[in-house]
C-alpha cells in the first residue's frame, strides 16, 4: 500500500484547508485509514480515523473543528480543518491499516501563521 498526501499550506488563523491522501497498491485490503500529526518538539499524534465502514474517531482537541471522511471508490481519505489555529501548525500524516499493519505517507506541512 502506498499513500500520497496533498493539500498543505500556509494558512492564516481561523482559515481552512482540506488534506488528501490517495492510496494505491492493495487498496482493497484497507481498513482503518487516519491522520497524525507531529509538531516540531514532540511525538506524532493522532488526529482522526475512520473505518472502511464510515465510523470515526478523533482527538479532543480537534473535535467540532476536523471532518475526516473517505471515498471507498476512490481509495482516498480526506480531512477538512476549519478554525486553524497555530497550535495546529505540524507535519501531517496519512496512515492506512492493512491486514494489521500500519502504512504511512509522506506527511504534508500545515503551516497557522498571520
Known amino acids: 500500500v502506498q499513500l500520497q498526501a496533498s493539500g498543505g499550506g500556509l494558512v492564516q488563523p481561523g482559515g481552512s484547508l482540506r488534506l488528501s491522501c490517495a492510496a494505491s497498491?492493495?487498496?482493497?485490503?484497507?481498513?482503518?485509514m487516519g491522520w497524525y500529526r507531529q509538531a516540531p518538539g514532540k511525538q506524532r499524534e493522532l488526529v482522526a480515523i475512520?473505518?472502511?465502514?464510515?465510523?470515526?474517531n478523533y482527538a479532543d482537541s480537534v473535535k467540532g473543528q476536523f471532518t475526516i471522511s473517505r471515498d471507498n471508490a476512490k481509495n482516498t481519505v480526506y480531512l477538512q480543518m476549519s478554525s486553524l489555529k497555530p497550535e495546529d501548525t505540524a507535519v501531517y500524516y496519512c496512515?492506512?491499516?492493512?491486514w494489521g499493519v500500519g502504512y504511512w505517507g509522506k506527511g504534508t506541512q500545515v503551516t497557522v501563521s498571520s
Open positions: 497498491g492493495s487498496t482493497f485490503s484497507i481498513n482503518d
Open positions: 496512515n492506512a491499516e492493512s
Open positions: 475512520i473505518t472502511r465502514g464510515g465510523r470515526t
